[in-house]
């Protein structure tokens, strides 16, 4: 009895937290319950379908593709302006629907304006969504500017689940990882820094920038990444340098100063692109949130990252 008690009092909680935390998505998108992704109309520049397809893709996701009216209403919401590419193509010949993957459909969904699709000059295969005619759709010449919507996927709740964070022994704002005793300290988008820069930061906590030494510390952080920057974009700096001695081979170490040249473990996910162009002066590393590799990049100039601080506990 009291078993399932406790049992039932968990799972309380436990839905009360999910239920409390934020959307999934960053700040300025918006969470679309029936796609379950994220949506953001872009006002602040007009491209070609391709130009914004692009766009979307460098946030982590691509042109929104509508499924239904449902959405069809939501996205229509969240427009200030006149017309805005989406993601789907018409071919008015075959009467087909071109989706991002390629794949041809008759289509499931549509909401053509009235006297649309006419493929006019027999130009017209992308698909707008225009505003003042209540969100209805034309066909365009994929070439013309428009203002666009991206989609993205939403951060899943169940990669929030494996972790349990919590302040243990440090101190507040620091976040405690049990298996090697550290204290983290997530410094976000906001704070976002040249790994020089992050490292001197780091240093006035008297602790260093996050040093990753094995996959299971790797999850623990990028998922508190996600968590606390509430967006699938968090890439962030780590304590690993590339150095070279003379004319001799590169070599890796923990650390940005030099001297110590701690080596570097076995676990190094390296990009493989990355590993051929050493010679770049790319000196400093960190995690790439789009995929699971350890990337290079430049230690100082503009190139600016989100980090984390990392103290013995
Ligand atoms: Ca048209």
């Known amino acids: 009895m009291l078993v399932s008690y406790i049992f039932v009092l968990t799972l309380f909680v ?25 949506i953001k109309a872009f006002n602040d520049k007009k491209v070609s379908w391709k130009k914004a397809r ?37 071919n008015s010949n075959t009467k087909m629907m071109r989706y991002l993957d390629g794949g041809e459909v008759t289509p499931s969904y549509e909401a053509w304006a ?74 976000d988008a906001a704070n976002r820094a040249s790994s020089s820069d992050a490292e001197t930061d780091c240093l006035n906590y008297g602790a260093v920038l996050v040093v990753i030494n094995d996959k299971k510390k790797e999850d623990f952080v990028r998922h508190l990444a996600i968590q606390e920057s509430q967006t699938s974009q968090y890439s962030f700096w780590i304590n690993v340098m590339k150095g070279k001695r003379n004319d001799g081979p590169y070599f890796f170490y923990w650390g940005h100063d030099l001297s110590s040249k701690h080596p570097l473990g076995s676990y190094r ?18 995690i790439n949130s789009d995929s699971d590799k350890w990337k290079f990049d430049f230690c100082v100039a503009n190139r600016s990252y989100s980090y984390f601080c990392e103290v013995n506990a």
């Open 14 to 38: 436990t839905v009360s937290v999910a239920d409390d935390s934020n959307t999934p998505c960053p700040a300025t998108w918006s969470f679309n319950e029936e796609s379950k992704t994220c």
């Open 54 to 90: 692009e766009f979307c893709q460098s946030n982590g996701g691509d042109l929104v593709v509508i499924q239904n009216f449902h959405m069809n209403e939501f996205v229509q919401g969240l427009l200030s302006l006149k017309r805005y590419w989406i993601g789907s193509r018409y």
């Open 114 to 187: 009235p006297r649309q699709p006419n493929n006019y000059r027999r130009k017209q295969e992308c698909i707008e969504i225009i505003r003042k005619r209540g969100g209805l759709w034309n066909d365009r010449p994929c070439s013309r500017r428009n203002h666009f919507v991206c989609e993205k996927p939403s951060v899943k709740k169940e990669q929030k689940a494996p972790f349990n964070f919590n302040q243990g022994p440090c101190d507040q704002d620091w976040v405690f990882y049990k298996e090697d005793g550290m204290c983290l300290l997530y410094k």
């Open 269 to 286: 996910p390296w990009s493989n692109e990355d590993l051929q162009n050493t010679q770049r002066h790319q000196d400093c590393v960190y």
